[in-house]
Each structure stands twice: as structure tokens, then as C-alpha cells.
């Protein structure tokens, strides 16, 4: 059965940082680390939440080129940090190279997995709408849930809401600086996690 997490649970997030020091219940970090963090953490009793991005390309990862050549890439469009966003309305071509994503972290032991940049109308209104990356963030949550893994909503406070019924749990990133956390209550409500 997939993890489901609860509410109270501590959480931390592993930006490089020493495995050994870590002594919160959650712990997140980079789906490439896996392999070898998972089994130190599961060994203390903690549990893995491994990241990766679900609407962009992602330099250095063993699949990059795999997605490059997916015929997927929005040319010209990036994300800031060297990386191409996706057609996320093309659910037959992405959604498999997602798949292989989960597949692996489920192989590492992550009991979770956060996916990021799943709110593509933020960064491409002229071609993505609300819907569009409501419509994909709810298949990549199903997808995730066919794997046998939890899924996190990372951010995304505008369908926070509407997604609720999809995720197990929510990452956001500065909810108080910019006024969101009111928007995943919802989570809460429903006895889940908001990290």
C-alpha cells in the first residue's frame, strides 16, 4: 500500500546537505540522490520524499536527452535554471516518460515524490491555460498513485483546491511571503500534510 502521510510529521529538505545531521520524520531531496540516501534514511526510520520536475526538461539527468528528443520541448522557453518547459498538453508522449520517473523512484525506496513546475500557465500563458495544467498535474498524480507511490502538490496555490482529492500531500515554497497558505487548507482539512 502506498504511504499516506499525516499531519504533524517534521520535514526537512536536503539542498546538499549531510544525511547524518537530518532527524526529521520527511525528509526531500533530489530523485538522482535516491539510490543511496533512501536506504540511509529508511535505516533511521525516516521517510524519503524524492523531487523532480514534471513540466520542464531537466539538465543532467540520465533521461534528459530522452525528453530533449521527445519532441516535447518548447523551443525559446525555459524556466530560469537551464531548462526547457514542456508540452503538457501532449499526454501521450509525456505521460510515459513521467511513468519511467515514478518507476524509479519507487525502484530507490522513495516513499513519496514531489513534482514540480506542474503550473505551466504561470510561465506560458500564451499557450497553456489553468485547465491545461489542472488537467496535467491530476494525471501525474494518477499516474504517480499507479505506480504504487504518493504524490506531493509542489505549490500551485490558485488549484490547490481543486487538486486536493488527487495528492497525498503539498510542498510550498513561501506561502507566507506571498500570502498562499489560506489556499491549502484544504489540505489540511483532510488530514494531509502540508510541508
Not at 19 to 34: G, N, P, R, S
Not at 130 to 144: I, L, M, Q
Amino acid at each position: 500500500a502506498r504511504w499516506k502521510p499525516k499531519p504533524g510529521l517534521t520535514w526537512d529538505y536536503i539542498l546538499g546537505g549531510n544525511t547524518k545531521t537530518i532527524d526529521k520524520d520527511v525528509v526531500t531531496f533530489d530523485l538522482e540522490y535516491a539510490e543511496k540516501m533512501v536506504p540511509i534514511l529508511h535505516k533511521k526510520g525516516q521517510k524519503a520524499v524524492c523531487y523532480f520536475s514534471g513540466g520542464t526538461t531537466e539538465k543532467g539527468r540520465p533521461d534528459d536527452a530522452e525528453y530533449r528528443n521527445s519532441g516535447l520541448v518548447i523551443k525559446g522557453k525555459g524556466d530560469g535554471w537551464g531548462n526547457n518547459l514542456l508540452d503538457i498538453k501532449n499526454k501521450k508522449k509525456l505521460q510515459p516518460l513521467i511513468r519511467k520517473r515514478f518507476k524509479r523512484a519507487y525502484k530507490y525506496g522513495c516513499d513519496g515524490v514531489e513534482v514540480d513546475v506542474l503550473g505551466l500557465y504561470n510561465h506560458y500563458p500564451e499557450k497553456f491555460t489553468k485547465e491545461d495544467s489542472y488537467v496535467f498535474a491530476k494525471w501525474v498524480a494518477e499516474t504517480g498513485h499507479e505506480e504504487n507511490i504518493s504524490v506531493g502538490l509542489k505549490n500551485l496555490p490558485s488549484l490547490a483546491e481543486r487538486l486536493e482529492p488527487y495528492f497525498d500531500f503539498a510542498i510550498v515554497e513561501s506561502c507566507v511571503d506571498y500570502n498562499e497558505c489560506k489556499y491549502f487548507r484544504t489540505f489540511t482539512s483532510k488530514n494531509k500534510p502540508v510541508y
